[in-house]
């Protein structure tokens, strides 16, 4: 595998279900991010790990709960959705540097989930 | 408030010239990226800029004006492999990028 993998790549669920996206970079970097895209909406930045911390929550509704165990992997739980969550999920991933920098990141090709 | 404009939707001819503006407004900058998204598929890398100028990378290039608060990617000779949608984010302050909704470029034989 190379690049950023995902898994499933569609979803679909129930507002009762409970389930998990995952994410996989196999491209050494320490930053990996969780993307909402919404349909003719700008990218929604939900999470940011750094080194396995999360920097980032952008207001997320509790209902989404990630988990960081290493660097190459991030899992976004799901539980209790609503219908207006439905959406594109990506994953990214970057190589940070300790002062900030810039670097691009680096896409997986999204779980297209719907809520029913 | 953070805000990328950038137009819904291009429509060009295949072999033609096409430029997508992108106008941003955010707090401070830290430099300019342009990815492209084929439906259905992950965002790819396509040009950053920072500093005032143009930048060609083969039939692509971005320019980019701080002054003004405006960036285009200007794709020539286009093939119809090149249909998808294109994304301008901006870098802020702190470093998180601040995404335009993306501009779905149509090629027409």
């Known amino acids: 595998e190379t690049g950023v993998t995902q898994t499933p790549r569609h979803l679909v669920m129930g507002m009762t279900n409970k389930k998990s996206l995952k994410c996989e970079q196999h491209l050494g970097h320490n930053a990996m991010y969780w993307y909402k895209q919404s349909a003719k909406k700008p990218l929604e930045l939900m999470f940011v790990y750094n080194f396995k911390e999360q920097t980032e929550n952008n207001s997320v509704p509790s209902r989404f709960s990630p988990e960081c165990p290493n660097s190459s992997h991030l899992f976004l739980h799901l539980h209790t959705l609503q219908p207006e969550d439905s959406a594109l999920y990506l994953c990214?991933?970057?190589?940070?540097?300790?002062?900030?920098?810039?670097?691009?990141?680096?896409f997986g090709p999204g779980t297209r989930l719907t809520v029913l | 408030g953070q805000n990328i404009d950038q137009p819904t939707e291009m429509t060009a001819t295949e072999g033609a010239i096409v430029q997508i503006n992108c106008t941003y407004q955010t707090s401070g900058f830290n430099g300019l990226f342009w990815y492209q998204q084929h439906a259905g598929e992950a965002p790819t890398f396509l040009s950053y800029?920072?500093l005032d100028g143009l930048e060609e990378k083969g039939r692509f290039s971005s320019f980019l004006s701080r002054s003004k608060g405006y960036s285009y990617l200007l794709l020539k000779e286009l093939q119809m492999k090149d249909s998808a949608s294109y994304l301008c984010a901006s870098l802020d302050s702190n470093y998180q990028l601040i995404w335009g909704a993306g501009t779905k470029l149509i090629i027409k034989p």
């Open positions: 800029n920072v």
């Open positions: 990214a991933s970057s190589q940070e540097g300790s002062s900030g920098g810039v670097n691009e990141q680096f």
